[in-house]
């Protein structure tokens, strides 16, 4: 198939933050290329997650694009951690600034790809009916872009309004006087539990394993702060390229055995009181990964989460048992666990009661009978490999992706699937595990000199050694050995008890543990080396 029989040269698969970036350079190289998304409108994560409360937990001014000048002197964060309508006004704001809705194509859901060894080109199949023909397929899909819902018996049968947040819809939700019910404490819930309880009759939530959490402590960013803001970008942008996470906040390297007990605490306090993940991402190293250092800093938290609850008992419901503070990505909240205080807020311990089935009415667990007018399933998303196990992906031989990847993703630098030539996954499994756009501009920024470069030479294809393949996987393994999160009951080691094949103990290796700048001197070092790992023909 000749380039001029192609429909595209490029075709990118979604629209939100990585499509978005994505699209803008290949248009600048004018590019034949398009993106597709199955949504009504650009966004991705936050074109569909619109329920109550949801925001950044990334401080917006680290959040949004860098490669744009006129986009940060021109756009104005109006709070410290932007809420969902915000963000999802900025991302517009961007493609309009650059003229690319032309390039994308809404409600366009890909169903299958499959690659031609003959032609070497991608047929795209839409659930349009169409099929879309193209050299290069770059993904764009996000991490949590799939959710999960429950299989509990009788889910059909509740009469009132059910979904799950990732559903949440467009009109507004009465609440007033509800009886709502929220299945679920995980970081979606810990956004969506204040708002609801501010709104609902009475909110009763159905907890199996408490969360972690820290304050937010959001605030608005003023015309003064945000002109400062401008004058500092090129700083913040620098410290998010040093820093293991790709924010601001910078690990604390002293040792925590160097530092005495009260001057820990001291650290401690101020942190709590801070903003953003600095409870988290600028503490000491030591948390991460030795289990006694650990252990302090969770009683430090916990103790914390007692002074904010009033019934004892109940804050003893709310702190976590089975893991330590930080090993799982940590939620942050506004008034969470206040929350509990209320009147209109009940909370039911789902691993001591288990929920039996859905009625009519409302929930049944082994000891009550619950009605409800809404059911919220906060039951979590099938993360970093789902929105790759529902498009039909078939390349070398017939192979299926998802038949490749049914352990688990295997990679070549979280970009390459050896048997799957000519696909590029953008922020996808086994990247860094890294402020998400910071992430994005990496892959972007780096996946598209790769792809001038095979235009230039005159290259139809490209695809990972299988000996690359197997040498980063076993980097990826091994970058999880040192942390105490290799044992986590983590989305982030493919813990999900609604899917099957992701229960406890059967660990995916979903992200790379090595942090943003060991991984941006990795991909540096593989493309002054030609490319090394990559095969062109």
Known sequence: MTEATLDYEVVVIGAG???????????????????????????????????PGARFDSESFTYGYSFSQEVLDEWHWTERFSPQPETLKYLNFVADKFDLKKHMQFNCLVEAMRFDEATDTWTLELADGRRLTTRWVVTA??????????????????????????????DPVDLAGKRVAIIGTG???????????????????????????????????????????????????????????????????????????????????????????????????????????????????????????????????????????????????????????????TLVDAAATPIERITPNGIRTSADEYEFDLIVYATGFDAFTGAFDHIEIEGVGGQKLRDKWADGPVTYLGMFVTGFPNMVMLAGPQIAATNFPRAVETSVDWATPLLEHAWEEGYTRLEATPEAEQAWFDHVVDMYKPFLLRSAKSWITGYNSNIEGHEYGKTRYNLYNGGGPKYGRRLTEVAQNDYEGLQFS
């Open 17 to 51: 933050v990585a499509g978005i970036y994505q699209i803008k350079r290949l248009v600048d190289l004018g590019v034949n290329a398009t993106v597709l998304d199955g949504n009504a409108d650009l966004g991705g994560t936050w074109f569909k997650n619109r329920y």
């Open 141 to 170: 899909l996000g991490l949590l872009s799939i959710p999960t819902t429950p299989t509990i018996e009788g889910m059909d049968s509740f009469t009132g309004q059910s979904f799950h947040p990732f559903d949440w819809p467009e």
């Open 187 to 345: 970081a979606t819930s810990i956004q969506i539990i204040p708002e609801v309880a501010k709104e609902a009759g009475h909110l009763t939530v159905f907890q199996r394993r408490p969360n972690w959490a820290a304050p937010l402590n959001n605030s608005p960013i003023d015309e003064a702060e945000m002109a400062a803001i401008r004058e500092r970008y090129d700083d913040i942008f620098a410290a998010c390229a040093r820093t293991p996470g790709g924010f601001e906040h910078e690990p604390d390297r002293r040792g925590f055995y160097n530092v005495p007990a009260e001057k820990r605490r001291e650290l401690w306090d101020r942190l709590y009181e801070g903003s953003g993940f600095g409870i988290w991402l600028q503490n000491f190293v030591e948390i991460f990964m030795d289990e006694d250092a650990n252990a302090e800093f969770s009683e430090y938290i916990a103790e914390r989460i007692r002074q904010r609850v009033d019934d004892p008992e109940l804050a003893e419901k709310l702190i976590p048992k089975d893991h330590g503070f930080g090993i799982q990505r940590v939620p942050l909240e506004t008034n969470y666990f206040e929350t509990y205080n209320r009147d209109n807020v």
